[in-house]
């Protein structure tokens, strides 16, 4: 899957776990090197990463919203 990511002209970068994702300022998802993630390419289940990523908002990060990419009524 890198490979062809790669011949299709994007960057990417393997993660395991979930320990150098965060958030910024604005409530993106950001890598442990401060770059916006804007697609994810994963093996295990959704609502696993989503309650990890909650947990550590919570105590963290608990004034940073997590964007959804729905529009905020």
Known sequence: MEQ????A?????????LDEL???A????????GRLVNC??????????FDQIREVSDREFA?????TGHPQK
């Open 63 to 67: 004034a940073v919203p997590i964007r």
């Open 26 to 33: 604005a409530g993106q998802l950001i890598d442990g090197e």
């Open 4 to 7: 062809a990511l790669h011949q």
């Open 22 to 24: 965060g958030w910024d």
């Open 40 to 49: 994810v390419w994963k093996t295990w289940a959704w609502e696993t990463a």
């Open 9 to 17: 002209g994007f960057e990417t970068r393997i993660l395991r776990g």
